[in-house]
């Protein structure tokens, strides 16, 4: 079994930069691709960025070029570095792991940015 965990959630104000963590546990060896997504009532469900075992990125359109995905595989970690926060970013943002025919996700955070 995987069991998934986030963090770093919370207030922001326009422009700042928040840092998510999510921390992968279990039989992570099976693992081959991590991501995120986050819903809100505006946002309903998208992806936000997703990252697989070989290193590539993808990153949902509005967030291109203003977050960064990341794992730190050694200890089952996955970030979403995000910056230059917008209102719009406003979402409970969770965290996935997928092993190629399943995703174990996390209970998700909340992160708040006000206009």
């Known amino acids: 079994q995987v069991q998934v965990v986030e963090s770093g959630g919370g207030l922001a104000q326009p422009g700042e930069s928040l840092r998510l963590s999510c921390v992968v546990s279990g039989n992570i060896a099976s693992l081959n691709g991590w991501g995120w997504y986050r819903e809100s009532p505006e946002i309903k469900r998208e992806l936000v960025a997703a990252i697989i075992i070989e290193g590539l990125t993808r990153y949902g359109d509005s967030v291109r070029g203003r977050f960064t995905i990341s794992r730190d595989g050694g200890n089952g970690v996955i970030y979403l570095e995000m910056n230059h926060l917008k209102p719009e970013d406003t979402a409970v943002y969770s965290c996935?792991?997928?092993?190629?025919?399943?995703?174990?996700w996390g209970r998700g955070v909340q992160v708040t940015v006000p206009s």
């Open positions: 996935f792991a997928a092993d190629g025919s399943s995703l174990t």
